[in-house]
Nanobody, 116 residues
Framework: QVRLVESGGGLVQAGGSLRLSCAASGVIFSLKVMGWYRQAPGKQRELVATIDNFSVTDYADSAKGRFTIARDNAKNTVYLQMNSLKPEDTAVYYC??????????WGQGTQVTVSS
């Protein structure tokens, strides 16, 4: 089993920054890809960014140039640095991990609210 615990959400003004953290525990050696998704009220959950075991990253168009995903393997933690935040970035952000057998794990989510 894998447990993911997010932290770092909160309320920030437009143009501000936040850094989200996701600490993984359990059978973490099996994790191949980790990433962040978000879900705004009334909308479907969407991909924000991913990073694999080779530190290859991928971003949604909405995140490119503003968000940076990184992982610290020694700490079993993945980060999402979010800069130049916009009100439309307001959502619950979820940490995601995919194992070698394509099983998905999810954190409990952390709220990010960007005021205009």
């Amino acid at each position: 089993q894998v447990r993911l615990v997010e932290s770092g959400g909160g309320l920030v003004q437009a143009g501000g920054s936040l850094r989200l953290s996701c600490a993984a525990s359990g059978v973490i050696f099996s994790l191949k890809v980790m990433g962040w998704y978000r879900q705004a009220p009334g909308k479907q959950r969407e991909l924000v960014a991913t990073i694999d075991n080779f530190s290859v990253t991928d971003y949604a168009d909405s995140a490119k140039g503003r968000f940076t995903i990184a992982r610290d393997n020694a700490k079993n933690t993945v980060y999402l640095q979010m800069n130049s935040l916009k009100p439309e970035d307001t959502a619950v952000y979820y940490c995601n991990a995919i194992s070698s057998i394509a099983r998905h794990y999810w954190g409990q989510g952390t709220q990010v609210t960007v005021s205009s």
